[in-house]
């Protein structure tokens, strides 16, 4: 067990706050021992750190999942099912399966991360999110030490939710998920972008291959890199809205970018609130909003996590005022401030 570890390795905000305990586990077994060291004070259970924003030193212990292994656990004529240690790395995850020709994860590609924590916001991108080839998930009951199983349904999983981030917040350590693949290729290739993508590379019938390659293309285009430019991804979720907002919104910004969600509902994109509102691009000190994404908000170095969750609220105070709706942050607050704005 670490002592007043520096965190700023294992997040991708590159925030430079301490733990005061840390420890790394690559076996459930190792679970007991570890969280009855200092069963008093708060635990965080850390992946890859790429969707969490630390605004203070974590006054607690902090846990990371290293648990490695990819397995094909059972098969039939159309699927196969694959279960990943949480600790694999996603991305590395992603292209092994493609490379074994399982289909339904290249949408997915390059997103940062764990797989273990891949269930917690059901991660999502260019058309597909986990809950569409997730089979199960094992956990760790922290309470009683038990390993439970989750299906699907029961992860409750919903745009950037599931039930680990809400009714058992806190409760469970995620050690593998398992994964059902197509054996055949259902290309998901709807999303705008990448039908661009491939168009430029002249190709007529795509492969998961071209698929993932297209998807990484698109990332790197837009998103930072946190290895030269600290971030998260998006900072805020898309907000959905009454049909009955958006019509005024719309009557006033006809060009406003949005998804239809349902026959009351759509959903905005919160960068073009945030870029209609000015504010891409805006630096405050040594933090600002991505210039070439208003979604993602980046640490240009030093800054302290206060400092962006203080922009943050700027933003969500101005998008109130100009817009009438208020943008929900999608980077988990470390410590969970249950006050702020
Ligand atoms: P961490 O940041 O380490 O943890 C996130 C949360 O999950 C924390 O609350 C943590 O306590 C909890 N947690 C982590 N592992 C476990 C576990 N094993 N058991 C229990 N709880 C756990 N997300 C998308 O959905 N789509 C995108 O397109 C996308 N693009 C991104 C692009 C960039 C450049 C970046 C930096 C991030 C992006 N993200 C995206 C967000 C992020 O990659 C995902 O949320 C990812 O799943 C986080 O994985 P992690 O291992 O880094 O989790
Ligand atoms: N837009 C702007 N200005 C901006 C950014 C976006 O006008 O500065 C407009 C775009 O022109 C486009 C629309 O907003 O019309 C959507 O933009 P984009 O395709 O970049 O996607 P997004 O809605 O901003 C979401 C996810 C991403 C995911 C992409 C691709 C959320 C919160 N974010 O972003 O996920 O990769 O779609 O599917 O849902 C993440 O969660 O961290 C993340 C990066």
Redesign the pocket.
Request: aromatic share 8%; no cysteine; hydrophobic share 45%.
């Given at each position: 067990m670490q002592h007043d570890l520096n965190l700023k390795p294992f997040n991708?905000f590159g925030i430079a706050a301490k733990a005061l305990y840390f420890s790394t586990f690559t076996d459930t077994q190792q679970l007991p021992g570890l969280l009855s060291a200092y069963p008093n004070l708060p635990l965080?259970?850390?992946?890859?750190?790429?969707?969490?924003l630390f605004t203070e030193d974590f006054q607690g212990m902090v846990l990371r999942?290293e648990i490695k292994g990819i397995e094909k656990v059972a098969e039939d004529e159309a699927f196969v099912y694959v279960k990943s240690g949480?600790g694999e790395i996603?991305h590395e995850f992603v292209l092994y399966c493609i490379a074994q020709h399982w289909a339904g994860l290249e949408n997915l590609s390059l997103?940062?991360?764990?797989v273990?924590?891949?269930p917690?916001?059901n991660?999502?991108?260019y058309g597909v999110e986990i809950k569409d080839v997730f089979h199960e998930l094992s956990?760790y009951h922290i309470a009683t030490g038990e390993i439970h199983q989750f299906n699907n349904q029961q992860c409750q999983f919903g745009y950037?939710e599931s039930i680990?981030k809400r009714a058992l917040k806190n409760q469970?350590?995620?050690?593998d998920v398992t994964f059902k693949l197509n054996k055949q290729a259902n290309l998901k290739t709807s999303y705008g972008a990448i039908q661009q993508e491939l168009e430029k590379s002249n190709i007529n019938k795509p492969s998961i291959q071209d698929i993932s390659n297209a998807v990484i293309a698109i990332r790197q285009s837009k998103?930072?890199d946190?290895k030269v430019l600290g971030?998260?991804?998006?900072f805020f979720k898309n907000p959905v809205v009454s049909l009955e907002l958006f019509e005024t919104i719309k009557a006033k910004y006809p060009e406003v970018s949005f998804y239809p969600v349902s026959e009351t509902e759509v959903k905005l994109a919160a960068g073009w609130l945030i870029e209609k509102a000015g504010l891409k691009g805006l630096k405050v000190g040594p933090c600002g909003v991505h210039e070439k994404q208003a979604l993602v908000l980046v640490n240009y170095g030093g800054s302290t996590g206060q400092q962006i969750l203080d922009l943050s609220t700027q933003i969500i105070e101005q998008i109130q005022q100009l817009f009438g709706l208020t943008l929900e942050r999608e980077v988990?607050i470390i410590p969970t401030h249950e006050s702020i704005l």
């Open positions: 991708t965080l259970i850390l992946g890859g750190g790429s969707n969490v999942n949480a996603w997103i940062p991360g764990s273990g924590a891949s917690m916001q991660i999502g991108a956990a950037r680990f469970y350590i995620i050690i998103l930072p946190p971030n998260a991804g998006s988990n």
